[in-house]
């Protein structure tokens, strides 16, 4: 509504955690069985954050809720098929009854267009650090439906690397959030670790992976676990000083001193401290997206929904989801 969000309503998927990671049948069996809930929750506390006068039953309640939408969005591109193809098909069906247009959102548009949705937001043009489980980019925003990838991992992702890493040191999955408690408690300077030199903007983590693994195999499971609070706090202190490295020679090449974060990873503290820092020290400006908007949400994909609705970006029913980009 005039770009502004009024529900972001979200299912979490705990069955994933006693396999170490998600699994993509669980994960779309779960998709489908959220996806009603999930929407007629998101339609309830829209309309009680927007306001409504009078009373009214609950058939006219859910009548007046849905011919109040112009628009239906769906994540068409990238991540796990079965749960995009769940989405994709609900959202057909909805636009095709409620007889609106369908909107096809990519999902690494919509981590940086996070960035709109709160009141102080970047002014364009401005540079985006992307890092997630699956990608990690420094995206030049030229405008809303202009962006350009002016770097990325030619491997692994960092929120790959944090997970993989935190399971080398017997951490349970999602490992990242768990290496950032601990890290919080640990000296960062402890232990050393490789930082690959990649050239340009594009980024590396597999040696960093290779690194703390050969380092972790010389040791006693005891020692580990004694010094995990450093081992966290060394293993993100060298994930962080990558990027933010990489950020600072973005920010040289291009002039651009609008600086954002995004992507489940930017809910990490270090690099919510480490950006802010080094802003302060550069006179950068920078923009941190709320916690709720930096892992997968629905929020993004309405802000991103938003700009194409306004450049009239729509797409058909025949518009197939994509795992890949």
Known sequence: MDGKIVSNSIATQKIHEQYGGVVPELASRAHMQNIVPVVSEALSSGRRNVGTSGRQNVGTSIVHRLSSISAIAFTQSPGLIGSLLVGAQFAKSMALALNIPLIGVHHMQAHVLANLIPDQKPEFPFLCLTVSGGHTQIVLAHTPMHLEIIGETIDDAAGEAFDKTAKLLGLPYPGG?????????????????????????????????????????????????????????????????????KIQKAVKQTGIKRVCIAGGVSANTGLRKALTDVGAQKGWQTFIPPFEYCTDNAAMIAITAHYKHIAGDFVGLDAIPSARG
């Not at 490789?194 to 703390?212: H, R, W, Y």
């Not at 499971?221 to 081992?231: M, Q, T």
């Open 177 to 245: 959030p768990l290496m950032d408690k601990y890290a919080q408690l640990g000296d960062p300077q402890k232990f050393r670790f490789a930082e690959p030199q990649i050239p340009e903007l594009n980024f590396s983590f597999s040696g960093l992976k290779t690194s703390v693994l050969y380092f972790l195999q010389k040791q006693t499971p005891a020692f580990i676990e004694e010094n995990k609070n450093d081992l966290c706090a060394s293993i993100q202190y060298t994930i962080v000083n990558i990027l933010i490295k």
